[in-house]
């Protein structure tokens, strides 16, 4: 059973097999979350992102799909690049947003990757409200069939760690 830790903090500065990345479908880097793991990371990240676009990844990543790649001066083995879905009060994008972590699990997997950090897909510059943000991520770690002994959640802000204990019923 996956064991669901909160943290108050800096993903970047997360100890674990595999970081999760809040990335635009370029890959190429951007803000927020993006922005700083490529910072604190380094450049072999972004040279891995450019070998994916040059290979399958042409036309970048789709929404709701993950992908790893180096973590490079990161403390982790890997990032695994999820692209979330841009709330919408007109279209229900919850699924993809339930995809992104489930995706994002399904690589952890295949790489081997016991300890997997994320942050609150989506509910940065896109939008997603974080109260339902939080609550997709928990449901959907709970609900998914992985290896993955410890799924962490680095939330950066106070609301953002209360919205994610309520989720979680960890209060």
């Known amino acids: 059973m996956t064991t669901i830790t909160l943290v108050r903090g800096d993903i970047t500065r997360q100890s674990?097999?595999?970081?999760?990345?809040?990335?635009?479908s370029s890959l190429?880097?951007?803000?927020?979350?993006?922005?700083?793991?490529?910072r604190r990371g380094g450049p072999a990240i972004l040279e891995d992102c450019r070998r994916?676009?040059?290979?399958?990844?042409?036309?970048?990543?789709?929404?709701g799909q993950a992908v790893a790649t180096t973590a490079g001066e990161l403390d982790a083995r890997w990032v695994i690049h999820t692209v979330g879905p841009v709330w919408s009060s007109g279209e229900d994008r919850?699924?993809?947003?339930?995809?992104?972590?489930?995706?994002?699990?399904r690589v952890a997997?295949?790489?081997?990757?016991?300890?997997?950090a994320f942050p609150a897909v989506s509910t940065g510059i896109y939008g997603w409200p974080m109260d339902d943000g939080a609550r997709i991520a928990v449901q959907t770690v709970r609900a998914a069939d992985t290896s993955v002994e410890e799924v962490r959640f680095v939330l950066f802000d106070?609301?953002?760690?209360?919205?994610?204990?309520?989720?979680?019923?960890?209060d």
């Open 16 to 24: 674990v097999d595999a970081v999760v990345n809040a990335a635009n």
């Open 28 to 38: 190429l880097g951007g803000g927020g979350v993006d922005g700083a793991i490529h």
């Open 52 to 63: 994916l676009r040059a290979s399958q990844y042409g036309k970048g990543l789709p929404t």
């Open 94 to 105: 919850s699924a993809l947003l339930a995809s992104c972590y489930r995706e994002s699990l």
């Open 109 to 116: 997997d295949e790489l081997g990757a016991r300890t997997v």
């Open 158 to 170: 106070e609301s953002a760690y209360d919205a994610f204990a309520a989720a979680a019923d960890l």
